[in-house]
């Protein structure tokens, strides 16, 4: 059985031995509107995605070989394009105002985030319990248990507050202590991203998920992305892939 202590030495040996990472990969958004009961699948489209630590992110989507849209981040502040709306929009990394447009509350941070496991840092505190999940195997019709542990990281609230707030619950298969889900919650306690990561290959002496879910309850938005190809810590990024320039005559929002 492994320890707390084995399970954040895991997470913080693979946040370490990461750089960068250069991905080709297909989208599908949905949006979820509850109220009403019904659920948008947006069309799918290819696309790379290049992160840097420790919060630098570039994403390109490509619609029939066409750039449909194209944001950059430098982990402060992020420009993106939408070429076919000769549109641009500008903001900070985290929501200061929340829109009603459910898109416009996404901000390239969870993203990163949902990517790649970060490291425990050193004021959060952990503790572990055990857990089984329960699986379908399509092949052998039948429901198999797989044991799992799971990582519950907080940290302690401010103003002397008795109750610790949570950060992050991680989900590890026990069979190779690999990451499968990840809960990150807001600085106000709430449940922002659930990510499942899945299909894992080999990838130099690390492994990576080629299926990532990510679902935003808050917003009503789902993102699956399909890893076809990832390239990890090569030795030079281009010195300005986490930024773009706006073409002229681009109409330019800004978003709080």
């Known amino acids: 059985m492994a320890t707390p202590e084995e399970l954040v030495d895991q997470v913080n040996r693979r946040w370490d031995d990461f750089q960068n990472l250069t991905a080709t990969v297909e989208i599908q958004a949905t949006l979820v509107k509850q109220q009403q009961g019904s659920a948008t699948d947006y069309p799918k489209c290819r696309g790379f995605i290049v992160m840097e630590k420790p919060n630098h992110l570039r994403v390109v989507g490509l619609y ?5 849209f194209n944001m950059a981040s430098d982990g402060k502040t992020f420009t993106l394009l939408i070429p076919p709306k000769n549109k641009a929009i500008e903001g900070a990394n985290s929501v200061t105002k929340k829109s009603d447009n459910q898109f416009e509350n996404l901000r390239p941070g969870f993203f990163f985030d949902a990517m790649i496991v970060r490291g425990v840092d050193p004021e959060d505190y952990f503790t572990e319990t055990s857990d089984t999940e329960t699986i379908e195997d399509v092949a052998k019709k039948h429901l198999f ?3 799992e542990y799971i990582l519950n ?3 302690h609230a401010p103003n002397g507050s008795r109750r610790d707030k949570p950060v992050r619950v991680i989900t590890f298969h026990r069979d190779d202590l690999l990451p499968s889900n990840q809960d990150l919650y807001d ?7 659930q990510v499942t990561y899945s299909n894992y290959v080999s990838l130099g002496d690390s492994k990576y998920p080629t299926r990532v ?13 399909t890893v076809e190809k990832v390239v990890n810590n090569q030795k030079v990024l281009p010195a300005d892939e ?5 073409p002229p005559g681009t109409q330019i929002q800004h978003l709080q």
């Open 64 to 68: 029939l070989g066409v750039r449909v």
């Open 145 to 147: 248990t797989m044991p």
């Open 187 to 193: 600085d106000k306690g709430n449940l922002e991203s």
């Open 153 to 155: 990281i907080t940290r």
């Open 242 to 246: 986490f930024t773009l320039s706006i």
């Open 213 to 225: 879910v990510i679902k935003r309850p808050l917003e009503g938005i789902q993102i699956v992305l």
